[in-house]
């Protein structure tokens, strides 16, 4: 044994030394050369500590660092992005002889366009993208003539593009968007016929027509020329980009019409954007057919003969966006047919033409917005075999007929939009939309009752049926709904209207309606006994509800020791039932601990998935200890895996995971102590008296600790559960969250399902929580807005038995906010008016976190930025402003 241990060992060694020795002779300079680089950068964040010079670690092994597989193992490749590096790019990398990739971008290099790089004669890419990169693109950078791709998109480069680029023949990817480049784009485009990317996009000073020689780069597929200040017309020379496969002019100052000849291009293309243009004229008729081809128009731009793949029938176009230009005419309704098409935006023009019924061919179709055009014909049946469209809005159009049965069969459906037509009937039932979110039918023709089925829509949260025609009462059960925004303004309707929607909503939203009755309507109803909170019914059922809560707490004490006792026999035969890890030296054994866990240390509340209790250490330090109540059958290994993984976490705005200790049945999570309580505590206490400097610290911390679980944290962590109640505060009142990621430990069906039985009307799960099994980012982000706005506004977010406002918070500020001055009633009063610029800053934060539709939540990163800059100002009211009583 030991002499085979001995002669292993020796075969180390004498391995690292041959490595050693091989770096060290044949290309002896490559570590010096790396080293001299890694001296000119700064690196705040340590993330060039393996770049070092010692035996045991060779500099293929190093950050960043890729090598050629084969002796002499040359440095090819250097990957250093997103590591807030910045001094001096230093040429002495070019030294390295074979290096052909050099990716520094997502850094702070703050310096012009490092022309040095040019010596590297092998480089092939070079990415410089979202630097601190500065003035102007010299000519000289036609010395980069070995490089195929050049990204310097997202810096501060300005002045002309220079006509030296136009010897960059090797160039496959050229990328200098997002600068602050101006002027006119040169004829340069002739000799770059690799080029198979071309980003001029969000350069606003970038005043040029596109040029002509552009439709030469038979190899283009992408053509990104958006949000720029380009004028004139689409060059008809276009029709060359036969490769192209996203081309994007959106948001440019172009006029004119689209070219005919752009249509043979379209064969494979995939994306099309032309939309905030002043374009105008019909567009091309049978753009996709690819019959209609006059070619006798362009032989003037175009000579030999048309390849097969011009003759277009987009069979690969996916996304198709014209919007917000002067187009008019009839629209190219084969694109409502084809096979891969998943969004049509054409609002905003003077389109004509119908909607075939061929649209059920378009079986991928998720997004349809044809509003304010002068579309006419009826709502095709052949739309409710959609079943991948999620938003519908045609408003402003001159539809008309009866709504098919079916108009709103799509599963994912959820924001239709038909107001402002000529349709005419009654609304069909709807049952099968249950993601409906929106849905507006406003100023039609529509007659008869609104349909009861509506009620049975989980989401749906703004209903518009104002001026039409509808008849018949206001359906009780709509009380059901979270309604934000509840219109049946002038219509026929009649009868008692139902309680919750006359509290809390404008008066304006039902009025036209002579028959309507209620309290504060003009009419009162004959039997008029509005429901009241009954509180002696509701003290009957809490007591109900304590005393089942005691006997529930009793049994678990009482659980505790059985299982402590039987941990005891367990050790006398010496099979641990009982095992614990620590990850901080806590001194304590699990027998103390289950002492520790009795009535008297328990948290009154606890948690959703167990109760809490704070355990003292034999050294007098106080611990929390959560035992959770439900945990899958996993094994000891992979539990402890997984509960490692939450107690790596280390960020100021998480709660540390000191330890857990667990059973067959069983898990007590060990958290450090925090003595100030929760965040939910302190609002739901008769004043909230923290002062907006505070909250917005508050805020900040919360947004900071999510973002990191976001997008720092390897793996990936999704919170989860975030609520006041879930946000503990330290004496400063830094927050920290717990409860996280807890799905980890209990697994997704026993999580679900705890979180379920609190109930999945919690008005922290956003509004697509009943029916997304799949948890993401923004649901996180939603709940995160729920809090910012208890901290805006200084009310809870749940609505209390007691309250006569007995609606949540989303849903009150969004009615709030819709009145006129609405907003300023959203604002805690407390809070002194200086404040008020920063406190309207944060709602509007908080409301775009809590927007229904998920897409449109920005990420913690963005908030915790948008917060930020709310926050020298606050810190300097911080001291004038004392806290009002
Ligand atoms: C790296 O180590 C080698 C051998 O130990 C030495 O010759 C060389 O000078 C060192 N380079 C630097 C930059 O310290
Ligand atoms: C990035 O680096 C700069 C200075 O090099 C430092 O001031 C800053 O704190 C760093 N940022 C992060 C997030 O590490
Ligand atoms: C440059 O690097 C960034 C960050 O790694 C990446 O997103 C981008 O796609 C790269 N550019 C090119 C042209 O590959
Ligand atoms: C293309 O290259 C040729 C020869 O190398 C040169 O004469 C011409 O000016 C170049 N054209 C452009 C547009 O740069
Ligand atoms: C568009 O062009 C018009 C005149 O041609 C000019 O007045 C306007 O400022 C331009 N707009 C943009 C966004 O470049
Ligand atoms: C083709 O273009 C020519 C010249 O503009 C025109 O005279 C002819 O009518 C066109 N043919 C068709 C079929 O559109
Ligand atoms: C083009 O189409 C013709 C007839 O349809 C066919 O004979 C020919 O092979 C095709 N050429 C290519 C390059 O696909
Ligand atoms: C409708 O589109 C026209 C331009 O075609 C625009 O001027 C108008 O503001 C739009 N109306 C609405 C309500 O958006
Ligand atoms: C709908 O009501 C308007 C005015 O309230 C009336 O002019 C119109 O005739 C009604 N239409 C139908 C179909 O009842």
């Given at each position: 044994m030991a002499t085979t241990f001995c002669i292993y060992l020796i075969f180390l060694l004498s391995l690292t030394f041959t490595i050693f020795n091989l770096s060290s002779s044949s290309s002896p300079s490559q570590t010096d050369i790396l080293l001299s680089f890694k001296a000119s950068i700064q690196d705040s964040n340590n993330a060039l500590s393996t770049w070092s010079n010692t035996s045991s670690n060779h500099y293929c092994n190093?950050?960043?660092?890729?090598?050629?597989?084969?002796?002499?193992?040359?440095v090819t490749s250097i990957s250093l992005q997103s590591l807030n590096l910045s001094g001096d790019i230093s040429s002495s990398i070019c030294d390295l002889t074979k290096l052909s990739y050099l990716n520094l971008a997502d850094n702070s290099f703050n310096e012009p366009i490092p022309l040095h790089l040019s010596k590297c004669s092998f480089l092939e890419t070079l990415n410089l993208s979202?630097?601190?990169?500065?003035?102007?693109?010299?000519?000289q950078i036609s010395e980069f003539g070995s490089l195929r791709v050049l990204d310097l998109s997202r810096n501060h480069i300005e002045g002309n593009i220079p006509e030296s680029f136009g010897t960059l023949k090797n160039l496959e990817v050229l990328n200098i968007g997002s600068n602050l480049l101006s002027g006119n784009v040169p004829t340069i485009f002739g000799n770059l016929t690799k080029l198979e990317v071309l980003d001029l996009s969000q350069n606003p000073y970038l005043v040029s027509e596109i040029p002509e020689d552009i439709g030469e780069l038979g190899r283009l597929k992408q053509l990104l020329l958006q949000s720029s200040s380009f004028q004139g017309e689409i060059p008809g020379s276009l029709v060359g980009l036969y490769s192209l496969t996203h081309l994007d002019l959106s948001e440019n100052n172009l006029t004119g019409f689209v070219p005919k000849s752009l249509a043979y291009s379209l064969k494979n293309l995939v994306s099309f954007d032309v939309s905030q243009n002043k374009l105008s004229g019909p567009f091309p008729n049978g753009i996709c057919k690819g019959l209609i081809i006059n070619l006798s128009l362009h032989t003037n731009i175009f000579t030999g003969s048309l390849p097969n793949s011009t003759i277009s029938e987009c069979m690969s176009l996916e996304r198709f966006q014209v919007q917000n230009n002067g187009f008019y005419g009839d629209f190219p309704i084969e694109l409502f047919s084809l096979p891969k098409i998943k969004l049509i935006r054409a609002e905003n023009n003077r389109f004509s033409g119908q909607i075939p019924e061929s649209i059920s061919k378009a079986v991928l179709l998720e997004q349809v917005q044809l509003d304010n055009n002068s579309f006419s014909g009826k709502i095709p049946i052949g739309l409710g075999f959609v079943k991948s469209l999620y938003r519908f809005s045609a408003s402003l159009n001159n539809f008309y007929g009866e709504l098919p049965p079916n108009f709103c069969d799509s599963p994912v459906m959820s924001i239709m939009n038909l107001s402002h037509n000529s349709l005419s009937g009654q609304i069909p039932q709807l049952k099968k939309c249950r993601k409906l979110v929106s849905l507006s039918l406003a100023d039609n023709s529509i007659i008869g009752e609104i349909p009861t089925s509506l009620a049975e829509l989980p989401v749906l949260t703004y209903l518009d049926l104002s001026d039409n025609n509808l008849t018949g009462s206001i359906p009780q059960r709509l009380q059901n709904l979270k309604l934000a925004l509840f219109n049946v303004s002038f219509n026929e309707l009649s009868g008692k209207v139902p309680y919750s929607l006359i509290s809390g909503l404008p008066a304006s939203f039902l009025e036209g309606n002579p028959g309507l009755c209620g309290p504060g309507l003009p009419k009162l109803c004959s039997d008029d006994d509005m429901p009241r909170h009954h509180n002696g019914g509701v003290t009957t059922l809490t007591c109900v509800l304590i005393s089942f809560a005691f006997v529930v707490g009793t049994a678990f004490v009482v659980g505790g020791f059985v299982l402590y006792r039987r941990s005891c026999k367990g050790n006398d035969n010496g099979v641990g039932v009982w095992r614990s890890v620590f990850f901080y030296p806590l001194r304590i054994s699990e027998n103390d601990l289950l002492i520790g866990m009795n009535e008297k240390s328990s948290l009154g509340k606890g948690g959703v998935f167990g109760k809490v209790y704070?355990?003292?250490?034999?050294?007098?330090?106080?611990?929390?200890?959560?035992?959770?109540?439900?945990?899958?059958?996993?094994?000891?290994?992979?539990?402890?895996?997984?509960?490692?993984?939450?107690?790596?976490?280390?960020?100021?705005?998480?709660?540390?995971?000191?330890?857990?200790?667990?059973?067959?049945?069983?898990?007590?999570?060990i958290y450090e102590y925090l003595n100030e309580g929760s965040l939910g505590d302190l609002i739901s206490s008769q004043s909230f008296p923290l002062p907006w400097g505070v909250r917005l610290r508050i805020a900040i911390g919360v947004a900071q600790g999510l973002a990191y679980l976001h997008r720092d944290y390897v793996p990936h962590l999704l919170h989860r559960n975030v609520k006041s109640n879930n946000i503990l505060l330290d004496a400063n009142f830094e927050p920290k969250l717990t409860d996280f990621a807890l799905d980890r430990v209990l697994g997704e069906a026993a999580f679900h399902s705890t979180l379920d039985s609190e109930g999945a009307s919690s008005c922290y799960n956003p509004p697509e929580y009943g029916y997304s099994k799949k948890p993401t980012e923004q649901l996180d982000v939603y709940s995160f807005g729920v809090v910012l706005l208890e901290l805006v506004s200084g009310r809870k977010a749940e609505a209390t038995e007691e309250s006569d406002d007995s609606i949540d918070i989303v849903k009150w500020v969004r009615r709030k906010v819709n009145l006129t001055n609405g907003v300023q009633q959203v604002l805690d009063p407390t809070i002194s008016h200086t404040c008020h610029q920063a406190m309207v800053g944060a709602l509007d934060i908080a409301l775009s976190c809590t927007s229904v539709v998920p897409e449109k939540r920005p990420t913690l990163v963005e908030v915790v930025r948008g917060l930020q800059s709310f926050e020298s100002r606050a810190q300097d009211l911080n001291e004038e402003h004392s806290i009002p009583v």
């Open positions: 190093w950050n960043g660092i890729s090598c050629s597989t084969t002796k002499p193992f040359s979202n630097n601190l990169i500065w003035g102007t693109i010299p000519s704070v355990v003292s250490l034999p050294s007098g330090e106080l611990v929390v200890v959560k035992k959770l109540v439900n945990f899958r059958n996993q094994s000891s290994k992979s539990l402890k895996a997984e509960v490692k993984t939450l107690a790596k976490i280390r960020h100021k705005n998480i709660v540390k995971i000191l330890g857990f200790c667990h059973s067959d049945e069983s898990v007590f999570l």
